[in-house]
Protein backbone atom coordinates (compact mmCIF):
# COMPACT_ATOMS: atom_id res chain seq x y z
CA UNK A 1 0.00 0.00 0.00
CA UNK A 2 1.35 3.61 -0.97
CA UNK A 3 1.57 6.11 1.64
CA UNK A 4 -0.05 9.20 -0.24
CA UNK A 5 -1.39 10.81 2.58
CA UNK A 6 1.19 11.35 5.68
CA UNK A 7 2.26 14.81 4.41
CA UNK A 8 -1.14 16.58 4.55
CA UNK A 9 -2.86 14.64 7.08
CA UNK A 10 -4.36 17.33 8.96
CA UNK A 11 -5.96 18.65 5.71
CA UNK A 12 -7.55 15.38 5.10
CA UNK A 13 -8.99 15.06 8.72
CA UNK A 14 -10.09 18.45 7.88
CA UNK A 15 -11.60 18.38 4.72
CA UNK A 16 -12.15 14.48 3.47
CA UNK A 17 -16.61 14.17 3.44
CA UNK A 18 -17.97 11.57 6.32
CA UNK A 19 -19.64 8.82 5.49
CA UNK A 20 -23.53 8.88 6.12
CA UNK A 21 -25.11 7.40 8.89
CA UNK A 22 -27.84 5.07 6.32
CA UNK A 23 -24.27 3.60 4.85
CA UNK A 24 -23.57 2.28 8.41
CA UNK A 25 -26.88 0.73 9.40
CA UNK A 26 -27.01 -0.90 5.91
CA UNK A 27 -23.36 -2.61 6.69
CA UNK A 28 -24.74 -3.35 9.85
CA UNK A 29 -27.51 -4.61 9.10
CA UNK A 30 -25.79 -7.84 7.41
CA UNK A 31 -23.66 -8.36 10.29
CA UNK A 32 -23.97 -11.13 12.72
CA UNK A 33 -22.06 -10.25 16.07
CA UNK A 34 -20.77 -6.50 17.18
CA UNK A 35 -17.86 -7.74 18.68
CA UNK A 36 -14.67 -6.81 16.88
CA UNK A 37 -15.05 -4.95 13.25
CA UNK A 38 -11.22 -3.93 11.78
CA UNK A 39 -10.94 -0.86 9.43
CA UNK A 40 -8.45 -0.83 7.24
CA UNK A 41 -6.88 1.91 5.70
CA UNK A 42 -8.46 4.38 8.74
CA UNK A 43 -6.43 7.10 7.98
CA UNK A 44 -7.97 10.01 10.44
CA UNK A 45 -9.70 7.33 11.64
CA UNK A 46 -13.31 8.47 10.56
CA UNK A 47 -15.36 5.16 9.50
CA UNK A 48 -13.62 3.66 12.82
CA UNK A 49 -15.41 6.58 14.74
CA UNK A 50 -18.27 5.41 12.98
CA UNK A 51 -18.28 1.95 13.96
CA UNK A 52 -16.93 2.42 17.68
CA UNK A 53 -20.44 3.16 18.49
CA UNK A 54 -22.04 -0.25 17.43
CA UNK A 55 -19.25 -2.24 17.94
CA UNK A 56 -17.63 -3.54 21.23
CA UNK A 57 -14.07 -3.07 20.21
CA UNK A 58 -12.40 -1.83 16.93
CA UNK A 59 -8.82 -2.11 15.41
CA UNK A 60 -7.79 0.43 12.79
CA UNK A 61 -4.55 0.42 10.89
CA UNK A 62 -2.94 2.08 8.51
CA UNK A 63 0.63 2.78 7.75
CA UNK A 64 1.06 6.60 8.15
CA UNK A 65 1.76 7.11 11.40
CA UNK A 66 1.21 10.88 10.91
CA UNK A 67 -2.23 10.23 9.56
CA UNK A 68 -2.82 7.87 13.15
CA UNK A 69 -1.79 10.89 15.26
CA UNK A 70 -4.56 12.96 13.77
CA UNK A 71 -6.85 9.91 14.46
CA UNK A 72 -10.53 9.85 16.10
CA UNK A 73 -9.87 9.21 19.72
CA UNK A 74 -12.47 7.14 21.58
CA UNK A 75 -11.55 4.21 24.04
CA UNK A 76 -12.64 1.03 22.23
CA UNK A 77 -10.67 1.54 19.36
CA UNK A 78 -7.49 0.35 18.83
CA UNK A 79 -4.92 1.86 16.17
CA UNK A 80 -2.31 -0.07 14.81
CA UNK A 81 0.51 1.25 12.68
CA UNK A 82 0.55 -1.98 10.36
CA UNK A 83 0.13 -3.05 6.63
CA UNK A 84 -3.66 -4.19 5.78
CA UNK A 85 -1.51 -7.00 4.22
CA UNK A 86 -0.14 -8.29 7.21
CA UNK A 87 -2.09 -7.41 10.57
CA UNK A 88 -0.90 -8.54 14.01
CA UNK A 89 -4.86 -9.56 14.28
CA UNK A 90 -5.93 -12.83 15.76
CA UNK A 91 -7.18 -15.37 13.08
CA UNK A 92 -11.15 -15.96 12.59
CA UNK A 93 -11.53 -13.17 15.22
CA UNK A 94 -13.48 -10.23 12.89
CA UNK A 95 -17.49 -9.62 12.72
CA UNK A 96 -16.55 -6.88 10.06
CA UNK A 97 -14.02 -5.61 8.01
CA UNK A 98 -14.12 -1.75 6.20
CA UNK A 99 -12.16 -0.32 3.87
CA UNK A 100 -13.25 3.29 3.37
CA UNK A 101 -11.57 5.05 0.09
CA UNK A 102 -8.59 2.79 0.42
CA UNK A 103 -8.93 -0.28 -1.29
CA UNK A 104 -7.10 0.72 -4.32
CA UNK A 105 -4.50 1.02 -2.68
CA UNK A 106 -3.65 -2.39 -1.34
CA UNK A 107 -1.91 -5.09 -2.69
CA UNK A 108 -5.35 -7.16 -3.80
CA UNK A 109 -3.91 -11.07 -3.40
CA UNK A 110 -2.08 -10.28 0.00
CA UNK A 111 -4.44 -8.47 1.75
CA UNK A 112 -7.88 -11.16 0.37
CA UNK A 113 -5.65 -13.52 2.20
CA UNK A 114 -5.19 -11.51 5.35
CA UNK A 115 -8.80 -10.89 5.21
CA UNK A 116 -9.83 -14.65 5.02
CA UNK A 117 -7.48 -14.91 7.78
CA UNK A 118 -8.73 -12.85 10.32
CA UNK A 119 -12.34 -13.19 9.18
CA UNK A 120 -15.19 -14.71 11.08
CA UNK A 121 -16.73 -17.64 8.86
CA UNK A 122 -20.19 -15.78 8.77
CA UNK A 123 -18.40 -11.80 8.82
CA UNK A 124 -18.74 -9.52 6.66
CA UNK A 125 -15.97 -7.21 4.23
CA UNK A 126 -17.76 -3.64 3.28
CA UNK A 127 -15.10 -1.79 0.75
CA UNK A 128 -16.77 1.68 -0.26
CA UNK A 129 -15.83 4.98 -1.19
CA UNK A 130 -16.43 7.99 -3.97
CA UNK A 131 -15.65 9.07 -7.24
CA UNK A 132 -15.76 13.06 -8.43
CA UNK A 133 -18.42 14.90 -6.82
CA UNK A 134 -21.65 16.81 -8.62
CA UNK A 135 -22.59 20.37 -7.85
CA UNK A 136 -23.62 22.57 -11.31
CA UNK A 137 -22.89 22.32 -14.45
CA UNK A 138 -20.11 24.89 -14.99
CA UNK A 139 -18.42 23.92 -12.25
CA UNK A 140 -18.32 20.44 -12.65
CA UNK A 141 -16.42 21.32 -16.25
CA UNK A 142 -13.82 23.01 -14.35
CA UNK A 143 -13.66 19.96 -11.62
CA UNK A 144 -13.41 17.13 -14.57
CA UNK A 145 -10.67 19.89 -15.97
CA UNK A 146 -8.73 19.84 -12.90
CA UNK A 147 -9.48 16.11 -13.07
CA UNK A 148 -8.70 14.89 -16.41
CA UNK A 149 -6.29 17.27 -17.55
CA UNK A 150 -4.20 19.43 -15.53
CA UNK A 151 -3.69 16.22 -13.15
CA UNK A 152 -3.24 13.84 -15.70
CA UNK A 153 -0.03 12.86 -15.05
CA UNK A 154 -0.17 12.92 -11.37
CA UNK A 155 -2.95 10.30 -10.64
CA UNK A 156 -1.14 6.96 -9.50
CA UNK A 157 -2.43 4.15 -11.75
CA UNK A 158 -4.54 2.43 -8.46
CA UNK A 159 -6.98 5.46 -9.15
CA UNK A 160 -8.53 3.93 -12.26
CA UNK A 161 -10.21 1.91 -9.66
CA UNK A 162 -12.32 4.62 -8.36
CA UNK A 163 -12.73 6.01 -12.11
CA UNK A 164 -14.51 2.34 -12.33
CA UNK A 165 -16.25 2.71 -9.26
CA UNK A 166 -14.72 -0.26 -7.65
CA UNK A 167 -16.30 -2.35 -10.35
CA UNK A 168 -13.35 -3.76 -11.83
CA UNK A 169 -11.11 -4.71 -8.71
CA UNK A 170 -11.02 -8.29 -7.57
CA UNK A 171 -13.52 -9.10 -5.14
CA UNK A 172 -13.51 -12.82 -4.36
CA UNK A 173 -16.64 -13.07 -1.93
CA UNK A 174 -19.92 -14.39 -1.95
CA UNK A 175 -21.60 -10.35 -2.65
CA UNK A 176 -24.04 -9.13 -1.24
CA UNK A 177 -26.35 -7.12 -3.08
CA UNK A 178 -25.82 -3.05 -1.91
CA UNK A 179 -28.24 0.01 -1.91
CA UNK A 180 -27.82 3.09 -3.36
CA UNK A 181 -26.08 6.15 -0.78
CA UNK A 182 -25.25 9.40 -1.39
CA UNK A 183 -23.27 12.15 0.24
CA UNK A 184 -24.71 15.91 0.08
CA UNK A 185 -23.28 18.46 1.69
CA UNK A 186 -23.33 22.37 1.94
CA UNK A 187 -19.94 23.53 1.01
CA UNK A 188 -18.45 27.25 0.87
CA UNK A 189 -15.87 27.66 -2.25
CA UNK A 190 -12.77 27.21 0.57
CA UNK A 191 -14.12 24.20 2.09
CA UNK A 192 -14.35 22.39 -1.71
CA UNK A 193 -11.10 23.69 -2.67
CA UNK A 194 -9.87 22.38 1.03
CA UNK A 195 -11.19 19.24 -0.22
CA UNK A 196 -9.52 19.04 -3.46
CA UNK A 197 -6.04 20.05 -1.53
CA UNK A 198 -6.24 16.40 -0.35
CA UNK A 199 -6.38 14.68 -3.64
CA UNK A 200 -3.01 12.39 -3.95
CA UNK A 201 -2.46 13.85 -7.26
CA UNK A 202 -2.67 17.26 -6.10
CA UNK A 203 0.32 16.93 -3.81
CA UNK A 204 2.13 14.79 -6.80
CA UNK A 205 1.83 18.04 -8.88
CA UNK A 206 2.66 20.06 -5.67
CA UNK A 207 5.98 18.54 -5.02
CA UNK A 208 7.46 18.33 -8.43
CA UNK A 209 5.89 22.12 -9.47
CA UNK A 210 6.64 23.70 -6.77
CA UNK A 211 2.76 25.38 -6.41
CA UNK A 212 -0.77 24.22 -5.52
CA UNK A 213 -2.71 24.12 -8.66
CA UNK A 214 -5.49 24.52 -6.51
CA UNK A 215 -4.96 27.74 -6.14
CA UNK A 216 -5.64 28.47 -9.88
CA UNK A 217 -9.09 26.32 -9.51
CA UNK A 218 -9.95 28.95 -7.24
CA UNK A 219 -9.21 31.89 -9.31
CA UNK A 220 -11.64 29.88 -12.20
CA UNK A 221 -14.48 29.44 -9.40
CA UNK A 222 -14.11 32.98 -8.36
CA UNK A 223 -16.49 34.26 -10.42
CA UNK A 224 -19.29 31.54 -10.29
CA UNK A 225 -19.28 30.69 -6.74
CA UNK A 226 -19.48 33.60 -4.33
CA UNK A 227 -17.25 33.46 -0.94
CA UNK A 228 -20.03 33.70 1.28
CA UNK A 229 -22.00 31.47 -0.55
CA UNK A 230 -22.62 27.24 0.11
CA UNK A 231 -23.01 25.16 -2.57
CA UNK A 232 -24.70 21.68 -2.87
CA UNK A 233 -22.04 18.92 -3.07
CA UNK A 234 -22.85 15.34 -3.84
CA UNK A 235 -21.09 12.26 -3.83
CA UNK A 236 -22.58 9.03 -5.49
CA UNK A 237 -21.51 6.39 -2.99
CA UNK A 238 -19.78 2.97 -4.03
CA UNK A 239 -20.40 -0.28 -1.98
CA UNK A 240 -19.13 -3.44 -2.64
CA UNK A 241 -19.78 -5.97 0.21
CA UNK A 242 -19.45 -9.92 0.78
CA UNK A 243 -18.98 -12.82 2.99
CA UNK A 244 -16.26 -15.58 2.73
CA UNK A 245 -16.85 -18.32 -0.64
CA UNK A 246 -15.04 -21.12 -1.14
CA UNK A 247 -13.41 -19.36 -4.01
CA UNK A 248 -12.01 -16.46 -1.99
CA UNK A 249 -8.30 -16.55 -1.44
CA UNK A 250 -7.23 -18.85 1.56
CA UNK A 251 -4.20 -18.28 3.99
Not at 29 to 46: I, K
Amino acid sequence: MKDNFSAHSELYASFRPHYPTELFEFIFSHTNARLLAWDCGTGNGQVAGAIADHFEKVIATDISAQQLKNAIQKPNIDYRLEKGEETSILQSSVDLITVGQAIHWFDFHHFYREVNRTLKADGIIAVFGYPLPTIDSEINEVVKYFYSVTLENYWDPERRFVDDRYKTIPFPFTEIESGKFVMDYLWSIDEFLGFLSTWSAVQHYTKKNGHNPVNEVGEALSCIWQENERKKVSFELMLRMGRKTDNALRP
